[in-house]
């Protein structure tokens, strides 16, 4: 299975998912708002923001293990 890249992280960029990570925990629907570098040496971070927050988090990207895409008008109407 393919690891969660820097490019797959770019074509989910402001798309609501869910964000598997490695060790089985699930991020539930976020919006990726942008990929930046580790202030602390190499690796990237994965910014985004929770359904309706407005507050910002990361998660490194060697954390991820894949994303799923959300449809929001299937939430919205169920809602």
């Not at 929001?72 to 109407?77: M, Y």
Request: hydrophobic share 40%.
């Amino acid at each position: 299975m393919e690891s969660f890249s820097l490019n797959s992280a770019k074509s989910f960029l402001g798309k609501n998912v869910n964000l598997h990570l490695k060790d089985g925990a699930v991020i539930v629907n976020v919006q990726l708002t942008g990929i930046r570098k580790n202030d602390f040496g190499k690796g990237s971070l994965v910014d985004y923001v929770p359904y309706g927050n407005r507050k910002s988090a990361c998660v490194p990207l060697r954390n991820i293990a894949w994303a799923e895409l959300l449809n929001l008008s299937l939430l919205q109407t169920a809602g």
